[in-house]
């Protein structure tokens, strides 16, 4: 195993990693072997490390909506002192992946949910970015362990939401290895260390046999860990310890009153004792003039996540990494290389515990904050020969006959991307007049293909589902065909509003570089172009 370059790329590419509490882009720099953050004017902060790669730029991952319904983000949230408003969404990767139902205040009598406040914030950081660095030109997301599966879905769409058509994908775990430039062979074991804003936790990864981890970057999960230990976890502590010192109890009024305020104080404390020692806590509640005071060193923060029982969190994480390696029978395999990442690695005592459980393993810990960032920039997608679509996808109609869905084809497994034409063209009618919005269901499945389809004549019905004017049977296959883009249709708006059984749209389908099959469509009665080359789904 050694530390080495990646391979070069001749396109200049955005790497983005949307993190729990910070989002970081990188671009990668002339000739595609290295990366650097960079900076959006009034979106982005300086985070304090000693490095000599130049300086690191974070956004806090932060949106605020105004009373008038204006948007703050990242950190014009925290100028404004707005991180524990109501109106504040945080944690938005977390509670996206769990697909929270949770609903803030966005101004008036609005409110929103965490996905729609994570697509304002990312749509606005992207587009900021293209604004400010218009070099690069294409978008590498990292892909955070554990995402639903219409997680990369959702960023393709914020992607084009900021003018951007296409975009890659890598894992995490596969970011931060190339990251920190560390090479890994087949049968070698990296273990990765994360402490972001709610958590401590580990993993560890190898390289995929051929065939598995595609949309991954080649990586494969063996086993995984985790402890409610994060960085705001660490801000109260440090807090608490003040009070301590200062003999003061938590429902002091003077307490309550300033904790936002000494959490946020204890939040900058932490970030600058790894780059200077004895770091000044200062706050002076307004009301009452008591002044919170006091000196914070490494040797301070080292006892105090010593007492509060880190290390020991952090052995119970790599104690269950090591016993599900056993389980599952992987405990031969050596662990060549920790990588640390996260804003809470850059704590020299995270790092120390790290070095003492692995005391003849590499540690990579120099750039917690902006490993991911750096590595999806640096990633290169390994190339397939030939570029082939692995399923089949094709439209789900309605059978009035048969009373049951049918399918119809617009890709087959082993198609070649990009197309050199269309792949399919479809004609859609009106179900029923008035209709404003007809939709395109598009269905995957494996297995062999059917028969081809050419020409084919379509209906939507009143809920937007395809329907043949005249029936055709439905394609072989292992599995019943899945419904792919049930929660991002694409609809077609007719306008006027289209009559019953009237051809309305024309729409051809091709395949791009990055597997996305796009649509255009024509409205035949206005003549208008409604969509042209629009993704509707990644296919794979």
Known sequence: ????????????????????????LAITKEAGYEARTIGLNGFSAEFPARTNEGKIFYVPSLVHYTEDRGV?????VVRNRCENHPATARWMRKYLSEKSMVRIPAGGDRRTGYCEAATDFLSRVLSHAATDCDEWTGIVFSLPSGAPA?????????AR????????????????????GVSVENGEVVIVVRMDGTDLAGAAVTPAHEGTGAEDGGMRTLAGSGEPAGCAVVDGWIVRDLLRQQRLSGTDPRVIRMYPDLLR???RVRELVPVMDGVPFELTDPVSGYAFRARVGQADLRRILHDQGLAAAMDRVFDRIQSSLRISGHEEMPVVAVVMIGEGCAMPAVQEIAKRRFPTVS???????????????????????????????????????????RYRFLVRSGTRYPSAGQVARI??????DGQAYLGIPLCESSGSPGDPSEGIELVSDAGGRMRLASPAPAPGGSREPVLVNGKDLTLLEATPPAKKGEPRFECTFTLDADRNLCITARDLMTGTMVKTNEPVHRLT
């Open 1 to 24: 195993m050694d530390r080495g370059g990646d391979q070069k790329n001749e396109r200049t590419r955005l790497g983005v990693d949307f993190g729990m509490s910070n989002t970081v």
């Open 72 to 76: 703050l983000v990242g950190e014009e």
């Open 150 to 158: 219409d997680y990369p879905e959702w960023l393709g769409r914020v």
């Open 161 to 180: 939401m900021a003018g951007r058509g296409s975009c890659s994908f890598v894992s995490e775990y596969r970011a931060a290895i190339a990251g920190y």
């Open 265 to 267: 104080e204890a939040k």
């Open 363 to 405: 540690i990579y810990c120099d750039r917690p904050l902006e490993a991911v960032a750096r590595g999806a920039a640096l990633y290169c997608s390994p190339s397939r020969t030939p570029d082939r679509i692995r399923n089949n996808y094709m439209l789900r109609y309605w059978d009035p006959e048969s009373r049951e869905h």
């Open 427 to 432: 004609i859609i009618s009106a179900a029923y």
